[in-house]
């Protein structure tokens, strides 16, 4: 594989995690703002954060495979990180989306359930938890391009800062309101990344880029 298909793939994963995250932030208001009613509005906000997942994983991917040697520990972090982040979320939001939704829109089940995605349970915990690993992988992916390409460390950097919101989040309902700037940070981390995968031009890959 050649740094134009790393760019590619690095650009269009950019690019959808971007789009999932937008479609997760309009379900998410619709539902704020009751356009959305419950337990309808759960598909809508579950769907799109069930594919932002793996396109958020290849974007810390193809990111490290454009770090430069003496920055690629960072982004090795982070992947770990976002490999962690999105087993919590494809298990939680798939779960919703195919046992919890179904069984709320037929009466089989109610809030008390055991995997209800709400304030205070299990599911909700990992959730929280989930978007704490994915703050922890954008807060040192960030550094491998402190120098380079400014713009991407910072908004990586930013997003990464959430990390004191999410846990916090599970015990109040007040810092999982705040965490709602995340819309703004990790929208603009990706656009950063599809910019920087956009204008990179052709370089030598070396052997040591396929490594984790």
């Not at 995690?17 to 598909?43: R, V």
């Not at 299990?122 to 402190?146: H, K, N, P, V």
Request: overall charge neutral; some cysteine; charged content about 10%.
């Amino acid at each position: 594989m050649n740094n134009i298909s790393i760019n590619k793939i690095g650009f269009w994963s950019a690019v959808f995690a971007f789009i999932f995250a937008a479609g997760y932030d309009i379900a998410q208001l619709l539902s704020w703002t009751h356009f959305l009613q419950h337990p309808h509005e759960l598909f809508w906000v579950f769907l799109p954060s069930l594919f932002l997942a793996p396109a958020f994983l290849i974007v810390m991917i193809s990111l490290h495979f454009m770090a430069s040697d003496q920055e690629r520990i960072w982004t090795a972090i982070g992947l770990c990180f976002a490999v962690i982040y999105c087993a919590f979320a494809t298990m939680n939001y798939f779960t919703q989306l195919t046992v919890m939704v179904p069984a709320l829109l037929k009466g089989e089940i109610n809030e008390s359930h055991v995997l209800a995605f709400k304030q205070g349970t299990f599911m909700f915990a990992i959730d929280c938890l989930g978007y704490f690993f994915m703050s922890l992988s954008t807060l040192f992916a960030a550094f491998a391009f402190r120098d380079t390409y400014k713009g991407l460390y910072t908004w990586m950097l930013l997003n990464g800062s959430l990390i004191i919101i999410f846990i916090p989040a599970y015990f109040n309902p007040f810092f999982y309101f705040i965490g709602s700037v995340w819309a703004i940070t990790f929208s603009l981390a990706m656009i950063k990344a599809a910019k920087m995968f956009r204008q990179l031009k052709t370089m030598p890959i070396q052997k040591e880029y396929y490594e984790l």
